[in-house]
Structures are given as C-alpha cells and as structure tokens.
C-alpha cells in the first residue's frame, strides 16, 4: 500500500530487499498508492536509492491502512513484463490485481503476507462488513494467482493451509534485523538530552491501537506511584493512540512521547533503555523485536502470534497477557530490579538476533525468486 518516506514495518522490510536487489544489479520498480497513511504525496515518479519508485493514485480510503487504487491495474498492463512480481500484505485488492497481471504477462508472482489477520474488534467499523466477503472471496482469488507465499512466522501457517493455499508453496522467512544496532553509540547522550533518569523503559513502534501503549502508559503510572528511578519512552508514528498515550503521561515529568524516529537515530534510543516492552493485543514478527534484541535489551512483551515463536520465557524475556496491567508492571521491575537476570537476557538476545541479519534474510528471498525465475 506504502512505500518511502512512510515509516513502517512493510516498509521497511520492501526497502532492505529492494536495495539489495539494487545493489546485485537488478532492476526494481515499487508501485503503491499515491499516499503516506495522512496525505497525498505530489510526486508520483522518483528514483530513490536505485530503486523507481510509481505512486499512482487512490479513489478513496476506508481506513489509515486500506485505500483503494484500481489504477494499478491498467498501469501494470501497459508496463513490460517483470520477473518476479512481489506483493505484501494480505487482504487488499492489489495482491489479486498484481496476480491477475503476473499471469497475462506470465511473470511469477511472490507474496509476502505481514500475519495481517485480525479479528474485527479492531477494525474501523466502515471495514467490517467487508471482512467477510475479503476472506471468502479476494483472499481466495488472490491466493490462486500466487506462485510462492512467504509467511513471517510459521503461526500463520495453518490460516493458509485450512483456507488459502498448499503446502509446497508455502515458505516461512522472517523479518530482518538492522545491524546498525550492533555499532555501539558513544558517546550515547539520549537520556541527558531528553532529561531522563534511572532506569529507562522503551515502547519502539506504531502508536497502533493493536499494540497496547496505552497499556504500557498505565503500568507507567502505576510504578511512578512507587518509584522516582526510573523513566518511560514512547517513539514511532501516531495510528490512533498517541493521544490517549499523551493524555495518561501528561502530569508525569519522566514519561515521553517522541513521534516517529529516523532510522537513523534508533541506536540511540535502543541502547540507551534498559527494558523494551511490547504489550501488544496480536502481532505478526514486529522488526523492533529483532532491533532490541540486537541492542541487547531484556523483553516484556505479549505471547501472541509470531511474537511466541522467538521469544522464550525466561531464556529472553517475560511474557504478560495483553491487558494484564499488574502483571506488566511487575516483569517490569523483575527485569530493572535484577541485573543477573537481565544480564542473561541480553546476552541470549544479542547472539539470537545475528540469525536475523538483512543480508541473510535477503538471501533467502532471493533463492526463491531464483526458484521461481527457473520454473
């Protein structure tokens, strides 16, 4: 749906690829809407690190996450014949119409999914009825036209197999990790810069409605109540919740709210927290997990979808129902209150995280697109 200079997980996962293949000598085009989740972006045409980058318009929005641009259609049809076609996220109208031109101009089509199936609780209400007929007919479709599906994280993998697709076109890659994270920042000025103290307690991502901040900002509260050592951060871009976020820590000198943050000034920010919490409702395989892994930071986090894959309790973190405010607080101050333990942590997350490197996981992508380039 996005590219470029929107801040996201897909977005960023299309890019570490996309440059890659750049670099190799390929030549990649990236077709999304002509939007960055808040307005329409002007120019439509840009090369941008080696990488042709077509915004084509949208006829409208539903929600912050679903527009609809039928354009893509007669667009793809006049352009020359690709490869490799490579769609993300499942659920939209676009995969099906990429499948349908991958088949008329007899490229392979390759989708990666993002683990995008969530229930209707946390749908705009404008979308759900629609749900219903994506699941028993676009995703049906769209999934036909499919020559390989990359799954994130091998929980989705049975959603596939009991509605979708077949085993043998099933691959499971997960997300990347930054190595950006591994150089050491010094000196790491963050906490004096932003006047923070103690112990510090990061939130990296979407402030999405699905990811629990709030949650976090009530834990915050509850701790601040009995403890002047130790502080709270929040830091990515605004998708529903950052001012309820904002309201909660008002009153509270030792809780921030950033907004988005360039990539790169992460490092910074990782390596200054001493815990990184995500208490989250559903996730798919968030690239901040691997980032503060990679930081060596302890993890708090909900044991849901992907996220339960790569996180063991209590090899690399704790676990804590989403919602569970009480719960949350206390794995948070086990964690602060107790170096050995966090010690162990950080040094499991450290060596898990060079399993997620970008440069391996763009090889594995690329061995299926060899694959299917043979075949």
Request: glycine content about 6%.
């Amino acid at each position: 749906m996005f590219y470029y200079p929107t801040i996201g997980g897909v977005e960023q996962v299309m890019q570490e690829l996309a440059e890659r293949q750049v670099k190799e000598g390929h030549e990649v085009h990236v077709f999304c809407c002509d939007s960055d989740k808040y307005k329409r972006i002007e120019k439509k045409e840009e090369t941008a690190n080696g990488i042709r980058i077509h915004r084509l318009p949208y006829w409208f929005k539903l929600s912050i996450f679903t527009y609809i641009w039928p354009t893509l259609l007669p667009r793809l049809l006049k352009e020359k014949r690709f490869d490799i076609y490579h769609s993300h996220v499942s659920g939209h109208l676009y995969i099906l119409l990429t499948g349908i031109v991958s088949r008329i101009k007899k490229g392979k089509h390759i989708h990666t999914t993002h683990c995008p199936w969530t229930d209707s609780s946390f749908r705009p209400k404008v979308l759900r009825p629609l749900l219903w007929i994506n699941d028993k007919v676009l995703n049906k479709l769209s999934f036909k036209m499919i020559d390989r599906v990359i799954s994130i994280t091998p929980w989705e993998v049975d959603t596939f197999l009991k509605k979708y697709t077949k085993k043998e076109k099933i691959k499971v890659i997960p997300n990347g990790m930054d190595k950006i994270l591994f150089k050491k920042v010094s000196p790491n000025n963050f906490k004096k810069d932003n006047n923070l103290k103690g112990k510090l307690v990061l939130f990296f991502g979407r402030l999405n409605p699905t990811k629990g901040p709030e949650v976090l900002a009530k834990a915050a509260i509850e701790i601040t109540k009995e403890r002047e050592d130790i502080s709270f951060v929040w830091a990515g871009p605004d998708e529903g919740k950052a001012k309820e976020v904002e309201e909660l820590i008002k009153p509270y000198r030792n809780m921030k709210y950033l907004g988005p943050i360039k990539r790169e000034d992460k490092t910074a920010i990782f390596q200054a927290a001493d815990v990184y919490v995500l208490p989250s409702y559903r996730e798919g395989l968030p690239l901040t997990l691997f980032e503060a892994m990679a930081a060596g930071l302890p993890l708090v986090v909900s044991p849901v979808n992907g996220v339960s894959y790569e996180v063991k309790d209590p090899e690399n973190g704790y676990f804590v129902n989403y919602g569970d405010v009480e719960m949350l607080k206390e794995k948070i101050l086990k964690v602060l209150d107790n170096p050995e333990i966090a010690k162990k942590m950080s040094k499991n997350n450290i060596e898990k995280s060079k399993n997620y490197d970008w440069d391996i996981i763009y090889k594995r992508y690329m061995e299926e697109y060899q694959k299917l380039a043979k075949i």
